[in-house]
């Protein structure tokens, strides 16, 4: 009989504790795996450790104890170029991305520092650009595109490099209403692996089927989203806050409750 092989998430965290030069422990043993191809929201509030357990992801923190695995390698100096390549990080500030003088060149950043040239370059720099549909803006200055298309660029600087993971860093902040849903369009598009960082609880609802919840350094909670925003306990619990008059039953279908009925915590621990 033929064993079946368990498929290696994208992104499997273990054990992970974080301590800062100073003392100040961020991160108390967090562990979570996400398969390829998820879309998974890191929910919690200021000051849970939602940064730095992202800057674990590709090694730029590192020296506590746990590990980190993404596709199967372990975060370390011996495989740091690649999971560099593999983790794409988009910042909240699109312009702490963009600093070249043309679109192309900054989405052509990356690839060129990794080697790529010519043809194939072009090919990438181009493909990236359409996947966030600002192709037609490839010779514009940076600086002379909206705050929404610069979000988009920043998100093709980064898919450039072909990442098994793409970390959003806040990805709906500041952004008008249309900007948000052609965003949120793009992301639903992508077949990668998406790792949302938000406070903006309907953003999350509307993309990631599933959320972790990190507060005082764990993992709290880790459910369907739907089903998270729908627990008042744990809302309250962990200082979780929809906008006034926001139902997240009334988006997905959750039955409502009966008058009375308590939350059910859904994937509550520590």
């Known amino acids: 009989m033929v064993a079946v092989t368990e498929p290696i998430p994208s992104l499997e965290v273990a054990g992970l504790a974080f301590a ?14 996400i398969a390829r191809g998820e879309r998974v929201a890191l929910l919690g509030p200021n000051g849970a450790g939602k940064t730095t357990l992202v800057l674990h992801l590709n090694g730029i923190l590192s020296g506590g104890t746990g590990t980190v695995h993404v596709a199967g390698l372990p975060v370390g100096k011996q495989h740091m170029a690649e999971i560099r390549r593999r983790v794409g990080i988009v910042f909240q500030d699109p312009d702490d ?26 090919e990438r720099v181009d ?30 600087t980064v898919l450039a490099m072909e990442p098994e993971i793409l970390v959003l860093d806040e990805p709906s902040s500041n952004l008008d ?9 793009i992301l ?38 739907s089903e998270l925003l729908s627990d008042d ?27 009375g009925e308590a939350g059910s915590s859904v994937g509550e621990g520590a």
């Open 20 to 33: 800062y030069p100073d003392g100040h422990q961020a991160l108390f043993g967090v562990d979570f795996s």
């Open 97 to 122: 991305q963009l600093f070249m003088p043309t679109v192309r060149e900054d989405v052509a950043f990356g690839p060129a520092a990794a080697g790529l040239k010519g043809p194939q370059l072009e």
């Open 127 to 156: 493909r990236a650009l359409e996947r966030v549909g600002m192709a037609e803006f490839k010779d514009r200055p940076p600086h002379h595109l909206s705050f929404g298309q610069r979000r988009r660029v920043a998100v093709a």
């Open 177 to 185: 209403p249309a900007s948000r849903r052609e965003l949120a369009d």
């Open 188 to 225: 639903r598009s992508l077949d990668v692996t998406v790792l949302m960082v938000t406070h903006d609880l309907p953003y999350a609802l509307e993309l990631c089927p599933r959320s972790l919840v990190l507060s005082e350094g764990v993992i709290a909670a880790d459910g369907k989203t």
């Open 233 to 259: 306990e744990l809302m309250r619990t962990h200082r979780l806050e929809l906008p006034f008059g926001f139902d997240p039953r009334s988006v997905v279908g959750v039955p409502p409750r009966e008058p």
